[in-house]
């Protein structure tokens, strides 16, 4: 494998040191707005400005097909990738609605869908395949593809980059993608499947347990102890979720902070995190998941995410959502008074 | 006690079957928006809309002062009252940061600060009193106060009503204030102080254990055991308390949709549900409160919040900033193409 990992600075402390003296000041019992203050500590020290800013919100969905899906491990048929992906464009889908409602852009990445994606405008054709193949029966994807994959991440980076983008979301589309980050995450973890597989879109108690049986086939297969992440990513991945590790380690080393969304985004994280242990000062995360494994995999990254709605919807919705917390946590930073100003008197 | 209990209609069930029905159809797994799907019906039967809308968002804070203040029950000095609301009107508050953020408008009602507030554009005059009086000592309020109070929540509901409010939101100011929410709760729910006294505004150990006898010798004093909502209000209360259990009352009947802040506006909420059980239809609760009886008053009213970011502010500021997340629900909820639609195959 050819991609180069690129390299990460850390985010800005002096500003942080500097914008936490002023948060002590504001008219406010101290730490009264809870994770508001963090985060809006955080989106200072990373923008490397003591007003941070996120008015420029670039949403990029990576789609992608998943061999695995023969084995009948989602609760829908594999053409609702594509089919998904034009209500994506034509502004039908959640993330649709909720990238307009927040004034976001949105594009949607073709790295692998089983047919290609008519173009058009906000399709982006960055294809490594026509899915992966089934990875209970060999490595999901070659190494070149990886590289691809990985690289089609960075190119959406590099765009959001172009756009001024003060905020990175990557969302995902691809059925049967909950059982590739499940297989994943029991890999990078070393986590018993019967702890992670869930219903994903919506299995009943027999498909969970098929799904699961799936992914212990997988993990029998590929013994993948000991492997390092690119490896194992190449065996059990996505493209969809290779293009999000890619984006979240180019995203982090053009300093733009990243938002990251549910349970298969996580798994992504978690491995652009294995890759680049300075990537996990850029990350956010903005939800937990309903689907159960996802508890666990925020524990592995040590995350407190910001909203927890039981949502399970992917495409970066769960993101999306949690945006205007963001920007109200940045508005109470940027704009509220000190007692000094106010004339207030303190405790 | 002369203030008439304005009847309550339940939110529309018609248009919630209708509206459930649609939302079954929309491109997305089933449930897999989460608590958004239950909060977008919950407000299309409020509004008797199939597409509720959330633009107009009204927001009065009710100050006041606490007699219960000269037991040094606070952080802050009892000054502060005044101070803020000052603050709130210039601008340089989280609640005025946050009203700006989401186009709300705001008010400040003054229902008996200790000093009166200055005349002028965003305060209205609706004092009770010039603070209540030490709960240890004696009723908080009398009969007539509490009356008034009732009615000052009653009349700023009319004034959103003619704003034509889709959202009303009660905040609170008045140093001492968790004092007299948790000595009502304690009182309305059987509950030990030692369970619900908390470090409010940011009281140590020590604080927390003073405040607590306080509440203690005012539960002794008033037993108020057998006594009915009103006569408990009427002890223990506070004139901004009064006024917002009169508000979210008044919005109910008016059929505008409550989003209720957090601890101190839980405890008005329960005693407006207390007084009338069919206001609960008409109350979203926006937050779980860092303050750590919040949970029991939660529990009570059987209320699962938005969000959960650890704030204890008050102002109304938790309520607004869930505000995105209502308008999210209502925008996924009224855009979002349906299956046929959109020509995507369902499970």
Redesign the interface.
């Known amino acids: 494998m050819n991609w180069t990992l690129p390299e990460i600075l850390p985010p800005c402390a002096e500003t942080f040191r500097r914008a936490q003296a002023r948060q002590a000041q504001l008219?406010?019992?101290?730490?009264?707005?809870?994770?508001?203050e963090g985060l809006a500590l955080r989106l200072v020290a990373m923008q490397a400005s003591e007003r941070p800013v996120l008015e420029r919100v670039w949403i990029s969905v990576f789609a992608a097909d998943h061999g695995v899906a023969e084995a009948g491990v989602s609760?829908?048929?594999q053409?609702?990738t594509r089919?998904?992906c034009?209500?994506f464009v034509?502004?039908?889908?959640?993330i649709s609605?909720?990238a307009?409602?927040i004034g976001a852009a949105l594009e949607v990445v073709d790295v692998g869908v089983i047919e290609p994606l008519e173009p058009g405008a906000g399709i982006v054709d960055a294809r490594v395949g026509s899915g992966t193949f089934n990875f209970t029966q060999g490595p999901a994807m070659s190494g070149t593809q990886l590289d691809r994959a990985l690289a089609a991440g960075a190119e959406a980076a590099a765009r959001a980059a172009g756009f001024g983008a003060q905020l990175f979301i990557g969302g995902e589309m691809g059925i049967a993608n909950t059982t590739s980050a499940t297989a994943l995450a029991c890999a990078l973890l070393g986590i018993e499947p019967e702890r992670l597989a869930g219903p994903g879109?919506?299995l009943d108690d027999a498909g969970v347990r098929h799904k699961r049986e799936v992914i212990e086939t997988a993990l029998w297969l590929h013994s993948p102890a000991g492997c390092g992440p690119l490896e194992i990513l190449c065996r059990l991945g996505g493209f969809e979720i290779a293009a999000l590790t890619g984006a979240y380690l180019s995203a982090a080393a053009a300093s733009i902070p990243v938002l990251v969304d549910g349970f298969i985004a996580s798994v992504a994280a978690l491995l652009a995190v294995r890759l680049q242990p300075g990537c996990a000062d850029w990350l956010i995360y903005a939800h937990r998941s309903?689907e159960p494994g996802h508890r666990l995999i925020l524990e592995a990254v040590r995350a407190e995410p910001?909203?927890?709605?039981?949502?399970?919807?992917g495409e970066g919705?769960g993101a999306?959502?949690a945006v205007?917390?963001l920007?109200?946590a940045c508005?109470?930073h940027n704009?509220?008074?000190t007692f000094a100003?106010?004339?207030?008197?303190?405790?």
Chains 1, 2 share one sequence.
Do not use: I, Y
Request: aromatic content about 2%; charged content about 15%.
């Open positions: 008219t406010k019992p101290p730490g009264s707005l809870g994770q508001l609760a829908f048929p053409a609702v089919e998904m034009r209500n034509r502004g039908g889908a959640a609605v909720l307009r409602q879109t919506g309903a910001v909203v927890d709605l039981a949502m399970r919807l919705s999306a959502v205007p917390l920007r109200a508005a109470l704009e509220m008074a100003e106010a004339g207030v008197s303190s405790a």
